[in-house]
């Protein structure tokens, strides 16, 4: 009695282990969506001051377009390493729309990625020259943005 | 007695006479080609304009170097599934045999070099407004880009709708010749041949009726999506609040006005658009801000 007793105490313990680990996994993962989610924003805040330059909204100032490209650069160029965490695709969590392809292909994501870095590593010059050339290189940016969205992210649901 | 079966065989005859006769593949216009000097790089203009790319490209096939228009993109539909064709020089497989009248045909009135209907997958409803400048640039065009010997596959359609007789008596009722929106500056004009013409907007923004036609009264109004996932939205102005400056950039780099990306078929659409002078992209944000609102 006194065996079973410890059997089952030592089962208790183990799920609830299990499910703190399981938690803490989980939590991580949920980080990891807000992670990614808020270096989208800041990708998409700088897009957009280089984008109303390109519409012609705001006047061209090369200073300005300089600033928000340098900080695109940045956050497209993050490692990813740590935030694209295998287990945190659609599907399995909550809030996110990425695509399980960006593990099972993960040449394919990189790929993608890379074009992204070229592209926001072109538009750093590209913005302190003239407006032409930050139009040229805004729509090498959109290309990069589409191309990785159509591979990787999920429809809206 | 024999009076009544005389007159019934008549009408029958007649009626069989009429159909026929309305069902004919029409013909080219005289004079469609009066001043049809080839200009190739125009034509890859006209090329991007039209999307042929989007649908002739095999699919799981990208990459550099000029498109090989080999075919092989199926189109789901309520009347059967349809690939596209290879359209590439080949001359066996492909057009490489046809003649400028042939292609001129096909595109412009959906009718084969064989005097065959084809299926409204193929947007002729829109290509109808191609001028003959732009037919004979693009056909050259189309002549400069790889030979691809895969044989094009049959559509995967049933009765009746493996009669292609009878797209005829469609094309009567939903091929109406002309425009569907008013143009009154030569920007609007421009934007219009594009969006109605070239681009072939509608073909997926306007709703279609149970045998395919557009809904010309709901004109851009929004469709459900072919591939059965959501929904093609509404581009009038009663649905669409984006600026002309908005469209265009849509139009080059695919970004929305909160940044972020186009998206389903619309990154290849842009990816056609960014091609085209900036004043096109211009012409056709123009259109679109002067679509009539429909809810």
């Given at each position: 009695?006194?065996?079973?007793?410890?059997?089952?105490?030592?089962?208790?313990?183990?799920?609830?282990?299990?499910?703190?680990?399981?938690?803490?996994?989980?939590?991580?993962?949920?980080?990891?969506?807000?992670?990614?989610?808020?270096?989208?924003?800041?990708?998409?805040?700088?897009?957009?001051?280089?984008?109303?330059?390109?519409?012609?909204?705001?006047?061209?100032?090369?200073?300005?377009?300089?600033?928000?490209?340098?900080?695109?650069?940045?956050?497209?160029?993050?490692?990813?390493?740590?935030?694209?965490?295998?287990?945190?695709?659609?599907?399995?969590?909550?809030?996110?729309?990425?695509?399980?392809?960006?593990?099972?292909?993960?040449?394919?994501?990189?790929?993608?990625?890379?074009?992204?870095?070229?592209?926001?590593?072109?538009?750093?010059?590209?913005?302190?020259?003239?407006?032409?050339?930050?139009?040229?290189?805004?729509?090498?940016?959109?290309?990069?943005?589409?191309?990785?969205?159509?591979?990787?992210?999920?429809?809206?649901? | 007695?024999?009076?009544?079966?005389?007159?019934?065989?008549?009408?029958?005859?007649?009626?069989?006479?009429l159909g026929?006769y309305l069902t004919r593949p029409a013909a080219l216009p005289?004079?469609f080609?009066?001043?049809?000097?080839?200009?190739?790089?125009?034509?890859?203009?006209?090329?991007?304009?039209a999307?042929?790319?989007?649908?002739?490209?095999?699919?799981?096939?990208?990459?550099?170097?000029?498109?090989?228009?080999?075919?092989?993109?199926?189109?789901?539909?309520?009347?059967?599934?349809?690939?596209?064709?290879?359209?590439?020089?080949?001359?066996?497989?492909?057009?490489?045999?046809?003649?400028?009248?042939?292609?001129a045909r096909a595109v412009t009135l959906g009718v084969?070099?064989?005097?065959?209907h084809y299926y409204p997958a193929f947007p002729y409803a829109s290509y109808q407004h191609m001028t003959s400048?732009?037919v004979?640039?693009?056909?050259?065009?189309?002549?400069?880009?790889?030979?691809?010997?895969?044989?094009?596959?049959?559509?995967?359609?049933?009765?009746?709708?493996?009669?292609r007789r009878g797209l005829g008596l469609w094309k009567l009722a939903f091929v109406p010749d002309g425009y569907v929106v008013g143009a009154?500056?030569?920007?609007l004009e421009?934007g219009r041949y594009l969006a109605e013409g070239l681009v072939h907007c509608a073909e997926c923004h306007t709703a279609r009726n149970a045998v395919g036609g557009l809904n010309r009264a709901a004109w851009m109004a929004?469709a459900?999506?072919?591939?059965?996932?959501?929904?093609?939205?509404?581009?009038t102005?009663?649905?669409?609040?984006?600026?002309?400056?908005?469209?265009?950039?849509?139009?080059?780099?695919?970004?929305?006005?909160?940044?972020?990306?186009?998206?389903?078929?619309?990154?290849?659409?842009?990816?056609?658009?960014?091609?085209?002078?900036?004043?096109?992209?211009?012409?056709?944000?123009?259109y679109?801000?002067a679509l009539p609102?429909v809810?």
């Open positions: 009695m006194r065996l079973f007793g410890l059997a089952l105490t030592t089962l208790a313990a183990t799920a609830v282990a299990f499910t703190a680990l399981a938690d803490g996994h989980s939590k991580a993962l949920e980080s990891a969506i807000q992670a990614r989610k808020a270096n989208m924003g800041v990708i998409s805040y700088h897009t957009g001051l280089l984008g109303a330059m390109a519409k012609g909204d705001t006047p061209y100032d090369a200073a300005i377009a300089t600033a928000a490209a340098e900080n695109l650069a940045s956050a497209a160029s993050m490692n990813r390493m740590v935030l694209w965490l295998e287990g945190s695709a659609q599907g399995t969590m909550e809030g996110t729309r990425a695509k399980p392809e960006i593990w099972s292909d993960a040449a394919g994501f990189e790929e993608d990625a890379m074009a992204l870095e070229t592209a926001t590593a072109a538009m750093v010059t590209a913005a302190g020259t003239d407006l032409d050339a930050l139009r040229i290189a805004m729509a090498a940016v959109g290309t990069a943005c589409g191309d990785c969205h159509k591979a990787n992210r999920g429809p809206r649901n | 007695m024999r009076l009544i079966a005389r007159t019934l065989t008549a009408l029958v005859l007649f009626g069989v006479a026929l005289d004079g080609f009066a001043n049809g000097t080839a200009d190739p790089q125009a034509g890859a203009l006209v090329f991007a304009a999307g042929c790319a989007s649908c002739h490209v095999a699919p799981e096939v990208e990459g550099e170097g000029p498109p090989v228009l080999a075919g092989g993109l199926a189109f789901l539909s309520d009347f059967g599934t349809f690939y596209a064709p290879n359209i590439s020089p080949d001359r066996t497989a492909g057009i490489g045999a046809w003649t400028l009248s042939d292609f084969s070099p064989g005097g065959a400048e732009d004979v640039n693009l056909f050259a065009f189309i002549q400069t880009l790889p030979a691809s010997a895969t044989p094009s596959r049959p559509h995967a359609v049933g009765f009746p709708f493996n009669i009154d500056t030569a920007v421009r929004g459900p999506n072919p591939s059965g996932k959501g929904t093609i939205p509404n581009i102005p009663a649905a669409l609040d984006w600026s002309a400056s908005d469209l265009v950039e849509y139009f080059t780099s695919g970004f929305t006005p909160d940044y972020d990306s186009a998206g389903g078929q619309m990154v290849e659409v842009i990816e056609n658009l960014s091609q085209l002078p900036r004043a096109d992209r211009e012409a056709i944000a123009a679109v801000k609102a809810p």
